[in-house]
């Protein structure tokens, strides 16, 4: 069965440290990419999203993903992170075939310490 | 309307009643999800409409549960006789074409069944 892993359940970092959260897939065929973030009390929002063409894609608030296929990952990155990243972040996979299974990793929680 | 709109935020039930919970979608939005959402466990996927059909609601945990959308818009998420492990966030959301390419979410309903 298609699932996503997110190894890092809780990640606390100082402001200005970089990050990268880990997010890897099983599915053999073709999958569309996707970073929800959800901030204290909100709703969850997209972040970014790959479907094609170049691998490392750019989404708002200055993170960045990049899809490698051969390890199925698409880990999150961001160089500075600010105390207002402070959020749950959720990888998420869908799969271009069949039944479009959505599949969402279980989220890191990110604490950034001012 | 602007946003997916949910309805109510938080709902306190007693075991064994039945309760509903009202999504109301981006205007012009073909596809809604109702996701679930547990302490530590991420976004459990309930059922999928396409219009008014449901093509996939292999998420629903039990007969108990159940969802109904009409006029392309409004969906109801129902759960008959409520127990104690039903108390999660439950989230709507919608898309304007299908499911590749990210969704809105609303802001979900809180439901705690004591």
């Known amino acids: 069965a298609q699932s996503v892993s997110q190894h890092n359940h809780h990640v606390i970092l100082s402001e200005a440290a970089s990050l990268e959260l880990g997010c890897n897939y099983s599915?053999?065929?073709?999958?569309?990419l996707f970073w929800y973030v959800q901030y204290p009390g909100q709703h969850l929002q997209l972040l970014l999203k790959?479907?094609?063409?170049?691998?490392l894609v750019k989404g708002i608030k200055g993170f960045e993903a990049e899809f490698i296929k051969s390890k199925f990952s698409f880990n999150l990155r961001k160089p500075s992170v600010q105390w207002s990243d402070t959020a749950e972040y959720f990888c998420?996979?869908?799969?271009?075939?069949?039944?479009?299974?959505?599949?969402f990793g279980t989220g890191t929680r990110l604490k950034v310490l001012a | 309307g602007a946003g997916v709109s949910q309805s109510p935020s938080n709902k306190v039930t007693e075991k064994g009643k039945d309760v509903e919970l009202r999504c109301d979608p981006i205007s012009g939005h073909t596809a809604l999800y109702w996701y679930r959402q547990s302490l530590g466990q991420g976004l459990e996927f309930l059922i999928y409409?396409?219009?008014?059909?449901?093509?996939?609601k292999s998420g629903l945990p039990s007969d108990r549960f159940s969802a109904e959308r009409t006029g392309g818009s409004v969906s109801t998420l129902t759960i008959q006789r409520t127990q104690q492990e039903d108390s999660a966030v439950y989230l709507c959301a919608s898309s304007e074409t299908g499911p590749l390419y990210g969704y809105t979410f609303g802001s979900g309903t809180r439901l705690t069944v004591v």
């Open positions: 409409f396409q219009g008014n059909s449901a093509p996939d």
């Open positions: 998420a996979v869908i799969t271009t075939s069949g039944t479009y299974k959505y599949i």
């Open positions: 790959y479907f094609s063409g170049d691998p």
């Open positions: 599915y053999g065929g073709t999958v569309n």
